[in-house]
């Protein structure tokens, strides 16, 4: 998740994302500090998030040491029991695919960029509990449209923002 559209934006993403980033495997640990200060600013609370903040990014078993604490100041549970493991991903995964929907749905993310995203947070193993999500049955295209077999470009885009809209209705947005 290191090359989202809004970063030149200046937007910073929430601690809701951040923790379904950390659920996933998919967290840019280095960035973690400055949204920290962020949600600092933003009214968050707590000595956890406040160490945190300070940190320089540069160590991630450093930065992912706190962050369990410093989410759960904000509010957020990121371990549940591995009973309820495939339920925490995917209410994660629903975070995060809706997240990168609205992106497109906004049209600051191109086609091509979701699927790229959504083949990050499913592989290696394709877990039927995210990919079938409605963003999360994109992973198929990858193979599709880089190998130019198959739909065209305009079909592979339009399959992509068909499921974008379905993502954003499904989270209730």
């Known amino acids: ?31 973690v500090p400055g949204w ?4 600092l600013a933003a009214g968050y ?22 962050l369990d604490a410093a989410l759960a100041e904000c509010g957020l549970a990121t371990t549940q029991p591995s009973a309820s493991a495939a339920r925490h991903e995917r209410a994660a ?22 699927v790229d995203k959504v083949i990050e947070i499913t592989e290696p193993y394709n ?5 079938s999500l409605p963003l999360g049955g994109l992973f198929i295209l990858a193979d599709e449209w880089g190998a130019g077999w198959g739909r065209t470009k305009d ?4 399959a992509v923002r068909q499921a974008c809209l379905e993502q954003v209705r499904a989270a209730g947005c």
């Not at 877990?127 to 990919?131: G, K, L, Q, R, S």
């Open 127 to 131: 877990p039927e509990w995210i990919t």
């Open 155 to 158: 079909q592979l885009c339009a």
């Open 45 to 66: 609370d707590g000595e956890a998030l406040a160490e945190l903040a300070g940190l320089h990014g540069d160590d991630p078993r450093e930065v992912r040491d706190l």
């Open 36 to 39: 920290a200060a962020h949600w």
């Open 1 to 31: 998740m290191h090359d989202w559209p809004w970063q030149s934006a200046g937007v910073v993403p929430s601690p809701e994302l951040v923790a379904a980033w950390l659920v996933l495997g998919v967290l840019p640990a280095e960035r």
């Open 93 to 114: 995964a629903m975070i995060a695919f809706t997240a990168i929907a609205r992106l497109q749905v906004d049209g600051l993310a191109s086609e091509r960029w979701v």
